[in-house]
Nanobody, 113 residues
Framework: QVQLVESGGGLVQAGGSLRLSCQASGINIRAMAWYRQAPGKQREFVGRISSTGVTYYPNDLRGKFTITRDNAKNTVYLQINRLKPEDTAMYYC?????????WGQGTQVTVSS
């Protein structure tokens, strides 16, 4: 059974940083991605990392996010820098492309101004 557990979110002030973690079980992490969903908005893709560590970010989000992975720990990370209130969202990891049963509970990031 695939289980992806996100952690590391919290309440931070604008300009701060956070590192989110995604621990996988029931699956060896492969191409993985991070997504976020703000209140009242659709889920948004924020970046992915291949099985060999190659990353890709959408142009409008490049420079804000850094995805890394530790295959030995079966864990993927999302570093978020220069946080803004508009980064407030629930952050999720999943495979890329996403597994329908791969969505976890997510981790909440709230940025105060």
């Amino acid at each position: 059974q695939v289980q992806l557990v996100e952690s590391g979110g919290g309440l931070v002030q604008a300009g701060g940083s956070l590192r989110l973690s995604c621990q996988a079980s029931g699956i060896n992490i492969r191409a993985m991605a991070w997504y976020r969903q703000a209140p009242g908005k659709q889920r948004e893709f924020v970046g992915r990392i291949s099985s060999t560590g190659v990353t890709y970010y959408p142009n409008d989000l490049r420079g804000k996010f850094t995805i890394t992975r530790d295959n030995a720990k079966n864990t993927v990370y999302l570093q978020i820098n220069r946080l803004k209130p508009e980064d407030t969202a629930m952050y999720y990891c999943n495979t890329f492309p996403p597994l329908p049963n791969g969505w976890g509970q997510g981790t909440q990031v709230t940025v105060s101004s």
